[in-house]
């Protein structure tokens, strides 16, 4: 696999959408020491909203997973941002937490969230593993099936 992260994603055709913009009173990312705080992401694609719905009801795990790597895509997308372009300072993924969308007979929600760690592992490789919460909520901002948030160390700069 190539040396550095850039390199790995473009390898393994990892694309990232444009960093959204915060929809309300809120910061899209935190650094505190070295902790990089990175808030909810949904699953859309430079700002087109994707899986409107219930997971159980419009989707099933297949479109949830997607979903949820969706989320991934704009989280690195933010992850790049905070750190200017500079992804090789990312030391470890501490953490990815997820709110699912979903019916209540929907159980499904850590299986979901594998959309998510599974593209964290792939991009980042070792530096990717994290520990995780996956939970499922009456509702998300838009109706959107999924959204994402992560903690990661970070070098300074």
Request: proline share 5%; glycine share 12%.
């Amino acid at each position: 696999m190539p040396e550095t992260i850039e390199a790995r994603m473009k390898a393994l055709g990892i694309d990232l959408p444009e960093p959204s913009k915060p929809g309300a009173s809120y910061v899209p990312y935190h650094l505190t020491g070295n902790l990089l705080f990175v808030t909810g992401q949904l699953c859309q694609w430079n700002g087109e909203r994707r899986f409107a719905g219930k997971l159980g009801d419009a989707y099933g795990l297949e479109q949830g997973q997607q979903a949820a790597r969706l989320c991934g895509l704009n989280l690195i997308a933010q992850l790049n941002d905070a750190l200017n372009g500079e992804l090789e300072r990312l030391v470890n993924t501490v953490r990815l937490a997820g709110y699912v969308n979903s019916t209540p007979d929907f159980h499904g929600q850590s299986q979901v969230m594998n959309g998510a760690s599974d593209l964290f592992l792939e991009a980042f490789g070792e530096k990717g593993r994290h520990t995780r919460l996956a939970v499922g909520v009456s509702a998300l901002p838009y109706d959107l099936a999924v959204e994402v948030e992560g903690i990661f160390e970070v070098r300074p700069k």
